[in-house]
């Protein structure tokens, strides 16, 4: 069912419909369609009919359902009518999440609360509230808001006909949520939507950039990564300009030429990140250079020295990244310390937000088995995370796995089974190579244009 109304003389047509509220209503009232049909005199069946959309609810029947519900009439009645001052609320929340004003985004969700007349209206604050718990890290909460109400309006099939202000957040709230899922391609979709629809009065667009840019490396995408990154430096005229975007760029710079192993570039970009931290003081960010130095170092095999930056950068922050507790445990299974090892995989149970990261953890738990000798339970665990890295296409997941195996195999003068897993890697590159158009997975050491 589509509902079509005026609004400033525009005509908008929603599909976010009454029969949803209706259904989300009751839920949120712990009715089942039978309790809800039973108190307002109609049968279940009806009742099923109206909240699908193919019937409409007469007055009276609306009437009964605001009493039996505990809602206001104007709930049920004004589903489509905004109101100004609720919409003026909600751009300020916008803004103050979109900005990391986290104070006076938490001040504004506690402002706007249930019920919101307007379906349109109250759909974008929880939207909104769902991506600052997703920027603050309380992935939990952003799931249960999901979960309990975006869940009956989203996704919109036909969201280019809802306001360009609703569109807006609608997309802001998709590059966010998916990117959390690593859902990376819709993530990189909902970000380039967003540009086609900011205009100057949305603020500044370096933050949405830096956020392409990430989602891009995640798609290894290395050279739009590349063209974020420069755009928004091109935005920021000096550090003081902004001084968390000026960090963001350049830690994005220095996590791009990592990942293509230019690792000259990428001291160059830590450097140019140290010399500001110095200046600012913040230990979130001297962390993170850590981690990148760790990085470098662990790219090149120095588990001793990629260690040491890696502590550093565990013992500078409170919760941990869970990144840098997994580049921990990486560099102990390395030195074959591995008691240290599952130490640390124990401290990273603690931080599992995705399954994405409990798969990582898997992995390296297989890994271990396999160092100590137990290859059956090695297979018990790492079956799990192959089928899952397939599940949702994280090529360079699996590359990293064959190439453990193939390695593993070959030093056991296994050589049948090393080669199938080095087959297996030829086969991801080729894959690898039709799928993003051209893109080749083992030519990673492209020159890119610096800074």
Not at 14 to 28: D, F
Not at 54 to 61: E, F, I, L, R, T
Not at 161 to 173: K, M, N, W
Not at 193 to 215: H, V
Request: glycine letters at 2%; hydrophobic letters at 35%.
């Amino acid at each position: 069912m589509v509902l079509t109304y005026m609004r400033n003389e525009v005509i908008y047509v929603v599909e976010l419909h009454l029969g949803r509220r209706i259904a989300y209503t009751r839920k949120k009232s712990n009715k089942t369609q039978l309790e809800l049909a039973k108190s307002i005199h109609v049968s279940s069946s009806h009742l099923g009919n109206i909240e699908t959309g193919k019937y409409q609810a007469s007055n009276d029947v609306l009437f009964l359902m605001s009493e039996n519900m505990d809602v206001p009439i104007s709930y049920l009645l004004n589903w489509d009518k905004a109101n100004e001052e609720t919409g003026q609320k909600i751009q300020r929340l916008f803004a103050a999440v979109f900005k990391n004003d986290f104070d006076e985004a938490e001040d504004l969700i506690k402002l706007l609360k249930h019920p919101i007349e307007s379906i349109e209206q109250e759909s974008s604050k929880y939207m909104l509230e769902a991506v600052y718990y997703f920027k603050r890290g309380i992935i939990n909460k952003a799931f249960a808001i999901e979960n309990d109400y975006l869940s009956m309006f989203l996704p919109i099939d036909n969201i280019e006909d809802c306001s360009t202000e609703f569109q807006l957040y609608y997309y802001y709230y998709m590059m966010q949520s998916r990117f959390i899922k690593e859902n990376f391609q819709e993530s990189y979709l909902a970000g380039k939507k967003m540009l086609d629809l900011w205009d100057d009065q949305n603020g500044d667009i370096t933050s949405i950039y830096l956020n392409l840019s990430n989602i891009s490396m995640k798609l290894l995408y290395y050279e739009d990564s590349l063209t974020y990154i420069e755009k928004a430096l091109s935005l920021l005229d000096t550090p003081s300009s902004n001084e968390q975007l000026y960090c963001s760029a350049y830690i994005q710079l220095s996590a791009l030429y990592i990942k293509t192993k230019q690792y000259d570039k990428a001291i160059n970009a830590v450097n140019e990140l140290k010399e500001f931290v110095e200046q600012i003081n913040s230990n979130e960010i001297k962390a993170i250079v850590f981690q990148h130095i760790g990085t470098i170092y662990l790219n090149q095999d120095v588990y001793h020295q990629a260690l040491n930056y890696f502590q550093k950068s565990y013992d500078l922050i409170i919760p941990v990244p869970i990144e840098i507790v997994q580049s921990i445990i990486i560099c102990h299974i390395r030195l074959q310390s591995f008691d240290e090892a599952k130490k640390y995989l124990l401290i990273a149970e603690k931080y599992i937000t995705t399954e994405y990261n409990q798969m990582l953890l898997l992995v390296y738990k297989a890994e271990i088995l396999l160092k100590e000798g137990n290859e059956k339970e090695y297979w018990k665990i790492q079956k799990k995370t192959i089928r899952y890295f397939i599940k949702y296409n994280h090529v360079e997941k699996l590359f990293d796995i064959y190439n453990h195996l193939a390695k593993y195999y070959f030093s056991e003068n296994r050589y049948k089974e090393s080669a199938t897993y080095f087959m297996e890697m030829e086969r991801l590159k080729d894959e690898k190579n039709f799928k993003e158009n051209g893109f080749s997975f083992v030519n990673t050491n492209f020159t890119l244009n610096s800074k």
